[in-house]
């Protein structure tokens, strides 16, 4: 068991969740014990969900990996996330998106939604504790996620944290051609790529649990 961030991440590596050096080097900078509660701290590199309060939990370190794996984040891609929770996953995709100083992107940006305004607000206090210079990156918004965020789209990757029973079509109308969702359907992941104006593709990967996505509220 992983005592250390760096023993989590080489232990996420060991296992194959984390392929990627750039993922490696995020979750190198982001420690994940900055996103769990003060009285679990002493587990806060094990490789499980952890309770945050309100009935929610930071996801599964190996998921996290599983998902950012999939997503394909790429330096000045524009990102909305769906369950802002404890705000690890956010510093983590507000890593990967950021431009370094040489390169003449377009400032990036990301929308975290979150339908729980103590956990958005906790979750504003971590990243700021943890990794500031990602705050700039990112707009919290408090709402209920379902519908996507019009005012921010299109984007270029939609992720999700919490599982419905279909990928909402607002998420598949916000995006890009050419970009994709990963987000917790069921029991599983799916990856869904725009590959045309009302043209997706979607793959699985079954056997995950999440905690759902409460609509309409
Ligand atoms: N990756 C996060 C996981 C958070 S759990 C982490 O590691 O901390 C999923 C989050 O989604 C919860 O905080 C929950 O409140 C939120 N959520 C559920 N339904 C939502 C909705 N419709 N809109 C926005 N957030 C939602």
Known sequence: ????????????????YIKTDRIAEA?????????????????AYENVALPIGDAQTISQPLVVAFMLELLGLQEGHKVLEIGTGSGWKSALVAFLIKTSSQTSHPKPCMYSMERIPALSHGARNAIE????????????????????YERGAPYDRIIAAAASDHVCEAWKNQLIIGGRIVAPIGE?????????????EQREYYGFSFVPLIKGE
């Open 1 to 16: 068991m992983a005592h250390t961030n760096k023993e989590l991440v080489r232990e996420l590596r060991e296992v194959g």
């Open 27 to 43: 979750f190198m900078a982001i420690d994940r014990a900055f996103f769990v509660p003060q009285e679990l701290q002493s587990r």
């Open 129 to 148: 504790s943890a990794a500031p210079d990602l705050l700039s990156y990112i707009t919290f918004i408090e709402g209920d996620g379902s519908k996507g």
């Open 188 to 200: 599983s992941i799916v990856v869904v790529d725009k590959t045309g104006k009302d043209v997706f």
